[in-house]
Nanobody, 124 residues
Framework: QVQLVESGGGLVQAGGSLRLTCAASGYTFSNYGMGWFRQAPGKEREFVAAISWSGDRTYYTDAAKGRFTISRTNDQTVMYLRMSSLKPEDSAVYYC?????????????????WGQGTQVTVSS
C-alpha cells in the first residue's frame, strides 16, 4: 500500500518561496513517475507538475512553469517542489502522488488515493 506524506507548507508573503517535500513508501519505485497536485477552497484538485522515475524528465502546467521546480532523490523515495515568486492564487492544499512514467498523462491522471496534503497560504 502506497503511503504519501507531504510537508513543508506554510504561510508566506507574495513573492516568497517554499519547498514542499513528499516522502513515499510502500511500493516498488521502478518506472513510476511522481507528481504534485493542489486544491484551493471551492475548486477542483488540479495537477501542478510531474517528474519521471529517473528524474530526467519533468512536466509543468503553465501556471507552474518558470516558478516551480520539481525534483526527486536518487533513490526515488523523496520528491520536492520548490516554489518561488509565489502568488496569492497559489494558495491551496498541495498533494503528491505516484503515477505513470509517461508524464503527458498526468494532467488527466486520477490517483486512487491521497495523502493528507500540506497547506500553502500566500498573503498579498
Amino acid at each position: 500500500q502506497v503511503q504519501l506524506v507531504e510537508s513543508g507548507g506554510g504561510l508566506v508573503q507574495a513573492g516568497g518561496s517554499l519547498r514542499l517535500t513528499c516522502a513515499a513508501s510502500g511500493y516498488t519505485f521502478s518506472n513510476y513517475g511522481m507528481g504534485w497536485f493542489r486544491q484551493a477552497p471551492g475548486k477542483e484538485r488540479e495537477f501542478v507538475a510531474a517528474i519521471s522515475w529517473s528524474g530526467d524528465r519533468t512536466y509543468y502546467t503553465d501556471a507552474a512553469k518558470g516558478r516551480f521546480t520539481i525534483s526527486r532523490t536518487n533513490d526515488q523515495t523523496v520528491m520536492y517542489l520548490r516554489m518561488s515568486s509565489l502568488k496569492p492564487e497559489d494558495s491551496a492544499v498541495y498533494y503528491c502522488n505516484v503515477g505513470p512514467n509517461e508524464l503527458s498523462i498526468w494532467p488527466t491522471f486520477v490517483p486512487p488515493g491521497w495523502g493528507q496534503g500540506t497547506q500553502v497560504t500566500v498573503s498579498s
